[in-house]
């Protein structure tokens, strides 16, 4: 028998499938955190920008049925939208972005309680299930879930964050973008010396920021 075949191999394989899928949204918000501090930012924001794209995501496939790569970019949206609020705040109006991600967080996640009502089970106090509701919602497996004992939970999720976190290391180590932003979080004074708009800047890593989170979230 191979070992690949022996019972407590299949075992390992499908936990250690069950880890990378949920390594995947913490990449992301990791991600989030990190591009924001090259900017001189502390995105504390992240939690509830990862909560405003679950709950979208859900209440996307659950109320609309919508497929699964329309409820990854509403979650990649939804995460954007509440980082360019407090990118907004910190830009134009001094607003601490540590204080209004922490407001947001709990703002956020009140109003995704509140939202997710209308997709619950009647019986229970959770949401109902995306597979009998919605099949087309759920991530697609490519087969990836054969090569962890048929971890059903394995899905292109862990491809999809890989990709993104490249993505981004080239967007911050290659391109004139990515220069601007860690000038910025080095010295905004200086930067700003330089022609680079700051303010700009700020909102723009932010929003990115947001965006990473989302994408976690719909992971």
């Not at 390992?12 to 990791?30: D, E, N, R």
């Not at 954007?80 to 990118?87: D, I, K």
């Not at 290391?169 to 290659?174: A, G, L, N, R």
């Amino acid at each position: 028998m191979c070992i690949r075949d022996s019972p407590n191999t299949q075992i390992a394989l499908k936990y250690f499938g069950s880890t990378l899928v949920k390594t995947a949204p913490l990449i992301m918000c990791s991600l989030s955190i990190l591009f924001a501090y090259k900017v001189g930012l502390f995105n504390i924001g992240a939690a509830g920008q990862y909560a405003f794209g679950a709950g979208m995501a859900i209440y996307a496939a659950l109320a609309w049925q919508l497929p699964w790569w329309v409820c990854l970019l509403i979650a990649t949206a939804a995460g954007a939208a509440l980082g360019t609020v407090s990118g907004v705040l910190k830009s134009y109006c001094n607003v601490n972005e540590v204080i209004s991600g922490i407001m947001l967080n709990w703002i956020t996640l009140y109003a995704m309680n509140d939202l997710l009502t209308n997709v619950k089970e009647t019986a229970s106090p959770y949401t109902m299930h995306i597979g009998s509701v919605s099949p087309e919602s759920l991530m697609p497996t490519l087969g990836l879930d054969a090569l962890f004992s048929n971890n059903q939970y394995v899905t292109i999720s862990i491809p999809i964050a890989m990709l993104v976190a490249v993505i981004v290391y080239i967007v911050m180590e290659k391109t004139k973008f990515g220069y601007e932003l860690k000038a910025c979080g080095f010295n905004k004074d200086a930067a700003k010396y330089a022609g680079i708009n700051e303010k700009r800047n700020v909102v723009l890593s932010m929003t990115i920021a947001g965006a990473l989170a989302g994408i976690g979230a719909g992971l």
